[in-house]
């Protein structure tokens, strides 16, 4: 029998959540559903993300409502897009054996009117962010007179990301008497007040310490130099195969950079921030759940709300600003019970910072060494070994190619062909790691790192010297930001990302830097190329193309400003939007098939 029926879940429920693997309920479900079951307390939980909250009151809520009624009987508030979607998904998911249940997501980047009609067919429960909440009260389109109960969930992060007056202005449409269930990871005293201001004499639990991590999550800090920061970063996640992680910094222009450089490196990586348009937060977003990316390189802004499963690492590229923000970011790994490990990459003067953050979480950091080339390589050939001995073999597909295949190896022995097998990808780490210099930074010699700080961490382009600058008729209203362009040019053009300089995308056109020996190149490459139904053109920016400070270009030998086609004249600039999409290899970096771009003796990461 599962556990969650002597919690008082009724029997369709029961059956639903155990189809969705619901075997036993964590701690923080198990400690409030019988609490909020009776509908009677206001209520305060603060647990870590990853715990389980949703199911915590999404379950108490299907058994309390009246879905005979088709009017808003329970709120849901929430900070983000992401975790509305997800809240909506999962209590349709625990109803799905219950008849006449009707729950509405209501966020920003979306249809208003798709939402309104959902609203105007009858609901129960509304899951939604404020602001757009907000937009949907103000039209006078939702009744909340019989709302009965109100549910903050991620309190913390909704009054971190300034929502403190739209929920003001939302809760005063809704009854006195209503319940309110508040859950947070942390207790600042913004959460303390709001919880004051609405609810009476709320009953509170605490999972473990008020403001600590997760104790299945491991912290680990690497100190380094800050020149060698984006190298120390890199041979970390070399040294995790099999890593699927966030990578998070402080702002959003290190955020695209950083991605910018891991994926002329060859890794699988994208950014996500706060300039991302939603179309092409969704399209990252999907990339990273379908596990098409490795490295989804964030904010903490941006990736609020993130709820993927089966995250292994959180890595700190840059220590956030509040203290309290480093419990949200290592809580996206070690979800549902799950172990993970949260790494900061740091400078010495940076070592008061860690204490500080243990202090909060309490726990103690592990204190750990860049690993060394040979590390690297170690780890990287026993994890190739492994992926052989546990790979699935379609006997069926493979039967036919066996007899060539057997006589292509009939002169090898099995020792010789072992060897040579494991040596294709290790051959590329051995290369790369040669002679590789130790990133280890002594922590005595903190104030020497100082002057460092301000030092890029990460490869920029070259000097004026070796690249040329090139002008592209493609920008961000064509759905492009960097990564997407870099790959959309290594594809057309067949030149290694990494060669590629400095991108730099305006609204309606680009410039981009490449070696002056790739230029005819590259250029060949678009020769005759179309997008979406109109001409690319490439030209070399002193030539024949300049920027104007207005946002727009001119052509310097008379031709039209906000010349979209290369041909007719326009009075502006024609909006067309879709973008290219990006296939998982653009840029020079693979999929997790392992198909190789060839990178002219690059060394090739392979995930």
């Known amino acids: 029998m599962n556990p969650f029926i002597n919690l008082g879940i009724r029997h369709d429920i029961v059956n639903a959540i155990t189809e969705l693997g619901f075997e036993n309920p964590t701690p923080i479900q198990e400690q409030s559903i019988p609490v909020l079951l009776t509908g009677s307390n206001d209520f305060v939980g603060l647990a870590q993300t990853g715990t389980g909250k949703t199911a915590a009151f999404g379950l108490p809520l299907l058994e309390l409502l009246d879905f005979e009624e088709n009017f808003p009987q329970a709120l849901v508030l929430c900070p983000t897009r992401e975790l509305c979607l997800q809240i909506t998904n999962d209590i349709k998911n625990y109803s799905k054996k219950m008849s006449n249940v009707h729950v509405v997501a209501v966020y920003g980047g979306a249809s208003i009117s798709d939402q309104l009609r959902q609203i105007k067919r009858g609901v129960q429960i509304v899951v939604a962010t404020p602001g757009r909440m907000l937009d949907i009260i103000n039209r006078n389109a939702i009744d909340f007179s019989r709302v009965k109960y109100v549910v903050l969930d991620e309190a913390d992060e909704m009054l971190n990301m300034g929502f403190q007056e739209d929920i003001d202005n939302i809760l005063s449409t809704t009854p ?65 195969p099999d890593i ?134 170690e780890k990287q050939l026993f994890s190739i070994v492994h992926k052989i001995h546990n790979v699935q073999v379609n006997e ?136 979406k139904g109109r001409p690319v053109r490439i030209e070399i920016a002193g030539e024949g193309v300049s920027e104007r400070r207005d946002g727009g270009y001119q052509r310097r030998e008379g031709g039209y400003r906000g010349d979209r086609t290369g041909g007719e004249r326009r009075d502006g600039f024609r909006n067309n939007r879709g973008g290219a999409e990006r296939d998982g290899s653009g840029g020079g970096f693979r999929d997790f098939s392992g198909k190789r771009r060839e990178e002219h003796g690059e060394r090739r990461r392979r995930f």
């Not at 207790?187 to 007040?193: F, I, L, Q, T």
């Not at 509170?204 to 970063?233: C, P, Q, S, W």
């Not at 039967?399 to 020792?415: A, C, T, V």
């Open 244 to 377: 699927f992680g966030i990578v998070f910094c402080r702002t959003k222009i290190e955020t695209q950079d950083i991605a910018e450089a891991l994926i002329k490196d060859g890794y699988n990586a994208d950014s996500l921030h706060g300039d991302l348009s939603q179309q092409q937060r969704d399209k990252v977003m999907k990339r990273y759940r379908e596990r098409s990316l490795q490295l989804l390189i964030a904010t903490d802004v941006a990736a609020r709300g993130i709820d993927v499963n089966d995250v292994t690492h959180v890595i700190n590229y840059s220590l956030p600003d509040e203290i309290e923000n480093y419990t949200h970011r290592s809580g996206r790994t070690a979800r549902a019970g799950k172990t993970g490990v949260s790494i900061s990459i740091i400078n010495a003067k940076e070592l008061g910072k860690i204490r500080q953050i243990e202090r909060v979480i309490g726990k103690k950091f592990a204190k750990v060494d860049i690993p060394t080339g040979f590390d690297v390589c």
């Open 396 to 531: 069926q597909q493979i039967e036919q190619y066996l007899p060539r295949i057997m006589e292509e190896f009939k002169d090898m022995s099995k020792e010789d062909f072992i060897k040579r097998f494991a040596s294709i990808e290790f051959n590329i780490f051995l290369d790369y790691y040669k002679n590789a210099p130790d990133l280890n930074a002594p922590v005595e010699e903190g104030r020497r790192f100082e002057r460092d700080g301000d030092r890029s961490s990460y490869p920029r382009s070259g000097g004026k010297s070796e690249y040329t600058r090139l002008f592209i008729n493609l920008g961000s209203v064509d759905e492009f930001n960097r990564g997407d362009l870099l790959g959309y040019i290594c594809n057309q053009s067949k030149i290694s990302g990494r060669s590629v300089g400095k991108i730099d995308v305006k609204g309606v056109y680009s410039f981009f830097e490449v070696p002056h020996a790739d230029v005819d190149k590259v250029t060949a490459g678009f020769n005759g190329a179309e997008f």
């Open 176 to 240: 006195d008497e209503k319940k309110t269930w508040l859950f947070s990871a942390t207790m600042p005293a913004e959460v303390r007040r709001i919880a004051k201001k609405y609810m009476t004499d709320p009953y509170e639990l605490t999972m473990g310490t008020k403001n600590t991590g997760n104790a299945n999550i491991e912290h680990e800090y690497y100190v380094v130099r800050a020149r060698d920061k984006y190298a120390a970063f890199k041979r970390i996640v070399d040294f995790n």
